[in-house]
């Protein structure tokens, strides 16, 4: 039984890791997409 439920343990710990490393470099794209077009100010401003 112990057994087993550190194998459950294991793998949900295993799609957490999966998971967090995905939203993390799906926002850190977005942002690198925002933040890497930036319109021209006009000089008169």
């Not at 294991?10 to 942002?31: H, I, P």
Request: aromatic share 14%; net charge positive.
């Amino acid at each position: 039984m112990k057994a087993m439920v550190e194998r459950i343990f294991q793998w949900f710990g295993g799609v957490v890791a999966v998971l967090a490393r995905r939203t993390a470099t799906a926002s850190v794209n977005s942002t690198c997409f925002y933040t890497a077009y930036q319109p021209d100010v006009p000089e008169n401003i």
